[in-house]
């Protein structure tokens, strides 16, 4: 999972997981610009992690869904 994933620092995380064979989920509270294309290996999930409260239901969720993750960014 990486957070911010579509931002500059982010999408730079999120290119080398997938140049590295990973399954990327981004959790990012705005989906990708209208030009931004999506490799098929890259999961979007439209969050705000700025509610510290809410983050553990956004950990279950995202595992529930994906079947677990193995690194958080």
């Keep these: 999972m990486v957070t ?3 931002g500059q620092l982010g999408s730079a995380i999120t290119n080398a997981l997938i140049a590295n064979a990973a399954k990327v989920v981004v959790l990012d509270i705005s989906p990708p ?3 931004q294309a999506m490799p098929s290996v890259l999961n ?3 969050v705000d992690l700025s509610r510290a409260e809410d983050i ?4 279950d969720d995202v595992s529930t869904k994906y079947g677990g993750f193995d ?3």
């Design 33 to 35: 610009g209208s030009g």
């Design 44 to 46: 979007f999930e439209q």
């Design 4 to 6: 911010g994933g579509f």
């Design 56 to 59: 553990p239901n956004i950990i």
């Design 71 to 73: 690194v958080w960014v």
